[in-house]
Structure formats: C-alpha cells, structure tokens
C-alpha cells in the first residue's frame, strides 16, 4: 500500500493489519544465538547505514534469533545484564517483532518468541510501502510501569534513548550479517497502538525494517 493511501486510511481511522498468513503457536522457541564471530566491530561501523529496499524473503531462524540477542537479549546471565543499556537498568523497552504469521513479542528471558497479536501488523508499523513486505518488521515499546523507580519527567526521554541504543546494536548487527534496515518514527501512532493491542502504560517509541537487500550487492 502507498504512503497517500495510509495516510489517507490512517486520517479515516481505517489503517488496519492484515489476516496472518498461516497459523501461529503461542510460544515460539529460537535457537541459541551465535555468541561469536560476526565483522570486526570497526568494519560493522563503517558499513552502518540505512537501506529502504527489502527483498521479500524471510529470514532464517537462527539469523532472527542472532538479530533480536543482539537488539535486547541477555549477555550477563549472573546479573540478567542485556545487550544494550537502559537507564537504572530499569530494562522498560519491550521489543516487538511483527512478521506475516503475526506479531509476536521478544522475551529475552526465555530467548523466545510470544503472540501478540494473530495478524500481519506490518503495514501498519509505518507510512512507508516498504515495510508491508519487507519480511520483519521491530517494534520498540516502552512499558511505563517497569520506570516507576525512573522520575516521571525523565521517562520518555529515557526510554527513547534506550530503544535508540537498541536500534543501533540491530544496526551493527544487519552491517555484520550482510542485512537492510532503517530505523523509523514517522507511523500513525494511534492505528498502531491499537493494532498491537497496546494497553495506558505502553508508549511507542521507534520501528524498525529488517530484510535481506533488495540488491544483493548493496548489502
Ligand atoms: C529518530 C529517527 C527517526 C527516523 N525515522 C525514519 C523514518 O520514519 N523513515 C525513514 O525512512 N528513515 C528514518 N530515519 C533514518 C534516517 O533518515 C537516517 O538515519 C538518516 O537519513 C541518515 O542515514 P544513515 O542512517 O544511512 O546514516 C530515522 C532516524 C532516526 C534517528
């Protein structure tokens, strides 16, 4: 769907996800994440950028469960530390994953996937046609009950700042693995909210596209 389209259907209140494809379980369990390995840090940061052109394909397993370790999953299991910092380590972003089978919501604890929602939010985490087919699209979620220990004028500043820091370990992550995203904040606030189900305490923050390159050699 063109951006006019949504932002005509979104004006309406009419900006809606799609039937899932398939069937969804309840809880989808990942493979282990690759720990190692991957490009030098310093080749990741120069090949950092943003891509807008996805290929359709899915991504594997084992490379969706690399991705979403390294957006918030646990490398400190003693202190249950994650992989990217958040203020008093109040751990308050809560990383969303919609894909065609549905929206599912990352539990690093379990390091597995759990229903959300059983639709194809896709299109709707985003005014851009891209993000309707691209295979996967992350969706940062602030959960204002985890910061109760957080001043109140600090909050959304800090988690903002936290989903940011998030965002760019996906960043590294696709320069390393030879993947596409962007990082984005123009969607229709209220549709997605209300596509996810999100309840009074849950702030959106920032999506995020992720795919294998449209063109192979831009990757
Ligand atoms: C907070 C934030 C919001 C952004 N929102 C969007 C967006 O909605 N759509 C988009 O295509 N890019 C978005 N971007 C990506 C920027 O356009 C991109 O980072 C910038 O053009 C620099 O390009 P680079 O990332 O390749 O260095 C956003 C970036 C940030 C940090």
Redesign the pocket.
């Known amino acids: 769907m063109n951006t006019l389209t949504k932002l005509a259907l979104g004006l309406m209140g009419q900006l809606h996800p799609q039937p899932a494809v398939g069937s969804a379980t309840t809880r989808t369990s990942l493979p282990a994440p690759r720990r190692s390995g991957g490009l030098p840090l310093m080749e990741a940061l120069r090949k950092?950028?943003?891509?807008?052109e996805f290929a359709p394909q899915a991504l594997r397993k084992q490379t969706l469960s690399d991705l979403l370790w390294a957006a918030a999953g646990i490398n400190r299991p003693a202190l249950g530390g994650r992989t990217a910092p958040s203020a008093m380590n109040a751990q308050e972003v809560l990383l969303y994953v919609a894909l065609p089978q549905g929206l599912f919501r990352y539990e690093p604890g379990a390091h597995e996937l759990q229903l959300a929602a059983a639709t194809d939010v896709r299109r709707v985490t985003?005014?851009?046609d891209f993000v309707d087919t691209a295979p996967l699209d992350l969706v940062y979620v602030a959960d204002h009950a985890r910061m109760r220990l957080v001043p109140a004028a600090s909050r959304d500043s800090y988690a903002h700042a936290a989903a940011?820091a998030m965002?760019q370990n996906v960043?590294l992550y696709c320069a390393s693995a030879g993947l596409a995203t962007?990082?984005?904040?123009?969607?229709d606030r209220h549709a997605l909210a209300q596509a996810m189900g999100l309840g009074t305490d849950q702030q959106l923050l920032?999506?995020q596209t992720v795919g294998l390159p449209k063109d192979p050699a831009s990757g």
């Open positions: 950092r950028e943003s891509q807008r985003g005014y851009q940011g965002a960043y962007v990082i984005r904040a123009w969607f920032l999506a």
